[in-house]
């Protein structure tokens, strides 16, 4: 027989999920996650998970949808910058820090293979909700500055949003960088904010 969960265990459990899901998939990933590990702590039984989510996919699309909003917070103060070296180094420390601040953001970078697992169970158009937390911005930064003479021309800001991104890869690859690692993130992300200004 079903179990009938009232509105306040539907929250509660719900909220259970969302913030155990976090912490195993950024440690752990999708794949190695288990239904008895998420539900284990919401208290309800491995069969009872599909009452709240069609599958471990879905849970961790909406993880990310969770988590978008705080990630945006954190890149608001660059963002309200007029465009410019400063305000791109800026935004690219802001990133980075992301990259070292936040393990589940890490690690959907780290694994795209589980991106694309969650795009092709719940649908691209729902791991697109993301997009207006954080790419949206971003792609309006870039447009602005470009129609303001100050970001290169001629190149899609979607394209920037990538070229922004490979700060990431310094802090994703760190511990190839041994202690210079710190100079090195500075001098790409001086780099690229210098190279990205018209």
């Given at each position: 027989?079903?179990?009938?969960?009232?509105?306040?265990?539907?929250?509660?459990i719900?909220?259970?999920?969302?913030?155990?899901?976090?912490?195993?998939?950024?440690?752990?990933?999708?794949?190695?996650?288990?239904?008895?590990?998420?539900?284990?702590?919401?208290?309800?039984?491995?069969?009872s998970?599909?009452?709240?989510?069609?599958?471990?996919?879905?849970?961790y699309?909406?993880?990310?949808?969770?988590?978008?909003?705080?990630?945006?917070?954190?890149?608001?103060?660059?963002?309200?910058?007029?465009?410019?070296?400063?305000?791109?180094?800026?935004?690219?420390?802001a990133?980075?820090?992301?990259?070292?601040?936040?393990?589940?953001?890490?690690?959907?970078?780290?694994h795209?293979?589980?991106?694309?697992?969650?795009?092709?169970?719940?649908?691209?158009?729902?791991?697109a909700?993301?997009?207006?937390?954080?790419?949206?911005?971003?792609?309006?930064?870039f447009?602005?500055?470009?129609?303001?003479?100050?970001?290169?021309?001629?190149?899609?800001?979607?394209?920037?949003?990538?070229?922004?991104?490979?700060?990431?890869?310094?802090?994703?690859?760190?511990?190839?960088?041994?202690?210079?690692?710190?100079?090195?993130?500075?001098?790409?992300?001086?780099?690229?904010?210098r190279?990205?200004?018209?």
């Open positions: 027989m079903a179990v009938a969960f009232t509105a306040e265990d539907r929250e509660r719900t909220a259970s999920l969302l913030d155990t899901a976090e912490e195993l998939f950024a440690t752990q990933g999708l794949k190695k996650t288990s239904l008895e590990e998420l539900v284990a702590p919401s208290g309800i039984a491995k069969g998970f599909y009452a709240f989510y069609d599958s471990k996919e879905a849970l699309k909406d993880v990310m949808i969770r988590r978008a909003p705080l990630v945006a917070r954190r890149l608001a103060e660059p963002l309200s910058r007029p465009p410019g070296t400063e305000a791109l180094a800026a935004l690219m420390r990133a980075t820090e992301v990259l070292t601040g936040d393990p589940f953001y890490r690690r959907l970078l780290t795209p293979d589980e991106l694309e697992a969650v795009a092709r169970r719940v649908g691209p158009e729902e791991v909700r993301v997009t207006p937390h954080l790419v949206q911005p971003l792609i309006r930064y447009a602005q500055g470009q129609a303001d003479g100050v970001i290169v021309p001629g190149v899609p800001p979607e394209i920037l949003v990538g070229v922004v991104r490979t700060a990431g890869l310094v802090v994703l690859n760190r511990d190839r960088f041994g202690a210079d690692y710190e100079q090195v993130l500075d001098a790409t992300i001086d780099a690229l904010a190279g990205l200004t018209a």
